[in-house]
């Protein structure tokens, strides 16, 4: 493993060799008429309705994951350098406020008594959108899709779906009734896969209810909507499989993100990438994003198509994304400045590497060596549950690690700094 760990700088340069089965991979654009943009398919505000229980930092690990040296919370910073924002252009995002600034709608649209399938396409088909972005020189070269967030005509999609085109390239808004308009990249989170568009012709357009995956039970039904294989206003329904789900996404260092997921079985598919995954009462409570694989033949001949392990970016973090971006054009994360080894682990924590000068992480007191088994008294099993664990927060807070220390267990408190991506 010490052949493979790598500085920061050196991972955002170099891919990572994952090995094949792919778990909880996008699928990159393919060009062609099926060409579908990434998997379309990945918090904390809002309410839930109900108590949610206090979510345990999950030890599962993808059996292939990448195994490569990470820093953790510091993944993206040359992804941050090239990233192309608002702020670049004029200093600002679009909306001084933020979320608080545009006409974004909370209310359910349905009653639960009159939640079913057929009830929420209706109610939600209006609000959501497909993409069509350049890829490679072709205009068409990549679909996704999105949905509506607010009356100001911002449209809510995939980092993975626009990120060839977030440079000057052609994007483009399909509706349901299918017309095209014209889009542009507000900002972009390669970090979170998520990214704001501005649609100036779909201003007054009624958005999307947004909910909160808190407030999710596995089990329940939730409904994926979009525009697999390019076939527009396409509805799936499943369940919800499992909740905070760490996964990460995406096939090399400077592509991946890591999210703590949503797992539905819902048929998701490329194309679904950015589109809303919805409860029964038609409220948005992920943005879907990845899928698990197993590799071999399939779409674009990369990986192959759904097996009903699909993964959303839960919509609390996609407020939270959409909020910072609206306001200056950019996204931030939280990092504290430490690497780790992600891959294949024995589940009894992530251990750290290396801890950089100067970072929160030094400040705070975390050592070479140190073995993480809990943040903020949730379990952390491996690098990925940490560094996701970490994501779920935010910069300027301030979260407690459990180490163990030469077999001595201790506690450090580390104030997380920001970074761009």
Do not use: C
């Not at 490569?68 to 252009?89: I, Q």
């Amino acid at each position: 493993m010490s052949d493979e760990e790598q500085t920061a700088q050196d991972t955002a340069q170099q891919p990572a060799q994952p090995a094949p089965p792919q778990h909880g991979a996008w699928l990159p654009p393919q060009p062609g008429p099926w060409a579908g943009a990434p998997y379309a398919g990945l918090g904390q505000q809002v309410p839930p309705a109900r108590p949610a229980p206090r979510a345990r930092v999950s030890g599962w690990v993808w059996p292939v994951v990448m195994v490569v040296a990470l820093v953790v919370g510091l993944l993206g910073g040359a992804v941050g350098g090239a990233l192309v924002t608002a702020v670049e252009r004029n200093g600002l995002g679009p909306v001084s406020e933020g979320l608080a600034g545009v006409d974004t709608i909370t209310q359910a649209p349905l009653r639960a008594e009159d939640g079913t399938v057929a009830a929420v396409a209706e109610a939600l088909l209006p609000a959501t959108v497909q993409i069509v972005a350049e890829l490679g020189g072709d205009d068409q070269g990549a679909t996704g899709s999105g949905f509506i967030l607010d009356r100001q005509g911002h449209v809510i999609t995939n980092n993975h779906v626009v990120a060839d085109a977030a440079d000057g390239g052609r994007i483009q808004v399909v509706d349901q009734e299918g017309a095209r308009y014209a889009a542009s990249v507000v900002g972009r989170s390669p970090v979170y896969d998520l990214a704001v568009l501005e649609v100036p012709d779909l201003e007054g357009t009624d958005p999307a209810a947004l909910g909160a995956s808190a407030a999710l039970r596995v089990g329940e039904t939730v409904v994926a909507i979009g525009s697999p294989l390019g076939l527009s206003s396409t509805v799936t329904s499943g369940i919800v499989s499992a909740l905070q789900r760490p996964v990460t996404t995406g096939d090399s260092a400077n592509e991946s993100s890591y999210i703590n997921a949503v797992q539905t079985d819902a048929a998701i598919n490329p194309g679904n990438s950015g589109g809303p995954l919805v409860n029964l009462v038609g409220q948005v409570v992920g943005v879907n994003s990845a899928i698990a694989t197993t590799g071999g033949g399939g779409f674009g001949g990369g990986s192959s198509g759904n097996i009903g392990v699909g993964f959303a970016i839960p919509i609390e973090q996609v407020k939270v994304t959409a909020d910072q971006i609206l306001k200056i054009g950019e996204a931030r994360y939280p990092v504290i400045g430490a690497q780790v080894r992600t891959g294949r682990e024995d589940g009894r924590g992530a251990r750290i590497e290396e801890v950089v000068g100067g970072s929160a992480a030094e400040e705070a007191g975390l050592q070479e060596g140190d073995l993480v088994v809990e943040v903020e008294g949730d379990r952390v099993t491996d690098g990925i549950a940490l560094i996701v664990s970490i994501r779920s927060h935010q910069p300027g807070e301030t979260i407690e690690f459990t180490v163990l220390r030469k077999g001595v267990r201790e506690t450090v408190a580390i104030t997380l700094r920001a970074e761009v991506g």
